[in-house]
Every structure is written in C-alpha cells, then in structure tokens.
C-alpha cells in the first residue's frame, strides 16, 4: 500500500508544471531477459520535463518508477524463490550551462529508492553525474566526465567517455563508455539503431534470507547489444521494440557492503522489449 501511495504522489505533482514548460514526454516500456534458469521481466514508467532558464541554462527532470520481477524455474532456487519482485522510484535533475556555442557543461544529481516491498530511509541513495561537452569540429564532438551509478551492479564512481557525431544526414554516431550507438533514418517516421551498453541495478531486501543471514540486496549487471526501431505514429506518439543480447550476466546475492554471499549463475540471455511514447 505504501509503494502505491508513493507512486501515485510521484507521478501526480509532475504534470502541475508541464504548461510552463518547453519539451515534455512519458513513456511506459515492458521488458523481459530469458536465462537458462531465471526470467527477469520488467515494467518502466517515466515522465521527462525540460525548461530552457535563459540563453545559457536548462533544467531537466526525469521521474522513473520501475517494477522487476524474477520467475525461478521450479525446484532450481528453493532458497531464493521469495526474491521475486522488487521496486524502485528513481528522480533526475540535471542542470546543463552552455559556456559558447562549442562548449557546454551538465552536473546532475539522482536520489533512488531500490526496495523489495517494505520502503524505508536505508532504501535510499544519491547517485548523479558531472559532464564537459566540447566541439572539435563541424561533425565530431567530445563528451568527458564522472557519474556515480548502479552500471556494475551497485553505486559506484566511473569515468565517462565518449565521441559522438553526425556521419551524414541521416546517420549518427557515439562511440564511448559505458555507451555506444549508431543511429539511422530513413525519413520523418522511422529510426534504427544498433547499442551497446554497460548497465545494471541492485535491491534492497526487506530481510535476510536462508543459510545468509547477512544478506542485504540483489545485484546485477552486464554488457547489452540490442538493435532497436522506433516508429512516429503521428506528432505527439511513438512505438519501439527492441530485441538484442545480454553478455557476461551476473545476478549475486550480496551484504550491506557489496560483498558477493552467492552467485545465482544465470549466464547470458536474449532480451526484448516494446514501448509506448507521448512526446509534445
């Protein structure tokens, strides 16, 4: 009842400023990950505002809401087989400077809450980022920078590096880490895009588990490739579907210091998703 509650607040203060704003979407995607033993499928859902202060400042916030949960197949994790759904509310702020017409700055901070079922203040963490971007030329530009993230399956601090740029008018590029993307239009209506992503989460426990009475959270993490189209339906509404590949897998079961107890050794997994997108 408490996650209900919450959700809806989250979601029902955004929308008293979107009038006053300059770019706004929300979307809602469903993903699923098949491993040989576990299926992790997934609900998002998100609300993106953005308002230009001046000439040289934007806000933007970002509003998340994601429900994971995690079928076992039968008689495989006996143990584990109660750590099947888990929540998290995440909220992004960022600020970005334009310095000149080749130079930019953002810093970013992102308070998150991984829960199972239970909310609690120990539930909460502050990730963020600080980010330069620079112009070298008419087609190529550099993005430099460091971000506290779950991309290793806790929060941790990680260089960000990447080189993105236009290949022609119909083409782009990113090359970088964690992310990298080429993207591809044919016309107005539809986009393709081939990535490759380091990501990952973790969830707070309500409580500990058999034979690991230690046990604080889940973890995971890995390396995706996915191919991704995306279709405008009309002005205002978008589709994608997405289908790729999950490399170096890892779901451990870990204390409160990041410490790995187990290792549930799910392996590599094909992944799909399809999503839905307002944009006005």
Known sequence: MKTKVLVWLVFFVCPFSIQAQE?????FNLNTETTKEINFNEANTGIFISKKIDDKNEITNTTEYTNLKIKYEAGTYN??????????????FEISHTVSDATKFSLSVTPTINFQQNLGFSDVSVLGSFQFYQKLNSKLALN??????????SPKFIPILSFSGKINNQSSLLIGFPDSKI???NNERN???????????????????????TAAKISSHQMTTSFEYQRNMDTNWFINFKGGYDFDKKYNLLDENNHKLYDFNTGNGYIFSIGIKYKQ
């Open 183 to 185: 993207e591809y239009s």
């Open 144 to 153: 430099i920078g460091m971000e506290r993230s779950t991309v290793f399956g």
């Open 23 to 27: 770019k706004f979407y929300a979307d």
């Open 191 to 213: 986009k393709f895009s081939m990535s490759n992503s380091f990501n990952g989460s973790f969830y707070n426990l309500d409580e500990s588990v058999a034979m690991y009475d």
């Open 79 to 92: 143990y584990f087989e109660n750590l099947n759904q888990f929540n998290r509310i995440q909220n992004k």
